[in-house]
């Protein structure tokens, strides 16, 4: 399904769009929490569900599968500052059951 705009400069319905999938999640450690925003084909991949099917959910039923994601973290320093970077290790849904797992490994 593609969604028809309308062009206001040529008058017509030329542009196709191309539904894209995007969401934000808290991710909190021992040291602390940030939004994160998850879009695209990883989006799609962790709520297990293309942008095409999450249109077609009603906004009232919930996504329980991305209720709470694990992290690792490692502090890097880079020309004076300090980076940290967020490896996303697993996937849990709101009664802690572990439905994923993939850890990363820096280098």
């Known amino acids: ?7 206001k400069s040529c008058n017509e319905l030329s542009v196709e769009t191309i539904p894209r999938c995007r969401f934000q ?3 909190t450690d021992h040291t602390g929490s940030l939004i994160a925003t998850f879009f695209g084909e990883n989006a799609e991949n962790i709520l297990n ?3 095409q099917e999450l249109i077609h959910i009603p906004s009232d039923q919930n996504i329980s599968s991305v209720a709470r994601l694990s992290t ?11 980076q940290t970077k967020y490896n996303v290790v697993s996937l849990l849904e709101s009664d802690s059951e572990s ?3 993939n850890t990363t490994n820096d280098t």
Do not use: P
């Not at 399904?1 to 062009?7: C, D, P």
């Not at 690792?72 to 500052?81: I, K, N």
């Open 72 to 82: 690792t973290t490692r502090a890097d320093a880079y020309s004076g500052g300090s």
């Open 49 to 51: 569900c293309t942008a």
């Open 25 to 27: 999640a808290q991710l």
């Open 1 to 7: 399904m593609a969604f028809k705009i309308f062009h």
């Open 99 to 101: 439905i994923t797992s």
